[in-house]
């Protein structure tokens, strides 16, 4: 009998504005990372959980935001291409998003997260638009949102 396979966390970088709009989506909750790549949606399952950091609220804005503003648990077998009109074609994943979770500032976590080597410099890893963390961090953003991802799943 083979064990079972054991969600990853993830978190995924972009505007508030463009992650609000995968969460508040009318037909169903989906993610997009990297403008919209295939190959980092890849690396995902369903099952796995993701939360979103939006550095600034608007793309190409230097508004700060730094905060955590939606959570979720990943849905699907994979990715698949929507059309956004205007010739953009992003790849997605479909997301069940915890409806009742709240917009959670990341400074007051930084010194707890296992994935910050220097609190000083720790906004190195964001760069990579999606990158993995261990369940510690994850369940870190998941209290600060009061998120309930129990329910959520595949």
Request: aromatic fraction near 10%.
């Amino acid at each position: 009998m083979t064990a079972p396979t054991r969600h990853r966390n993830w978190i995924a970088v972009a505007s508030a504005e463009h992650a609000r709009r995968g969460r508040d989506d009318p037909a169903g909750g989906f993610m997009q990372v990297g403008h919209g790549k295939l190959a980092p949606l890849k690396r995902i399952r369903a099952g796995d959980h993701v939360a979103y950091y939006a550095p600034t609220t608007t793309l190409g804005h230097a508004d700060r935001l730094q905060s955590f503003v939606s959570i979720g648990v990943v849905h699907g077998d994979n990715p698949y291409e929507a059309d956004m009109g205007n010739g953009f074609v992003p790849w997605r994943r479909d997301v069940r998003y915890a409806s009742a979770a709240r917009e959670a500032p990341i400074l007051p976590l930084i010194e707890q997260f296992d994935f910050v080597d220097d609190p000083k410099h720790w906004g190195g890893k964001f760069r990579f638009g999606l990158f993995e963390v261990n369940d510690h961090d994850f369940g870190l953003i998941a209290a600060a949102m009061q998120a309930e991802l129990q329910g959520l799943g595949p």
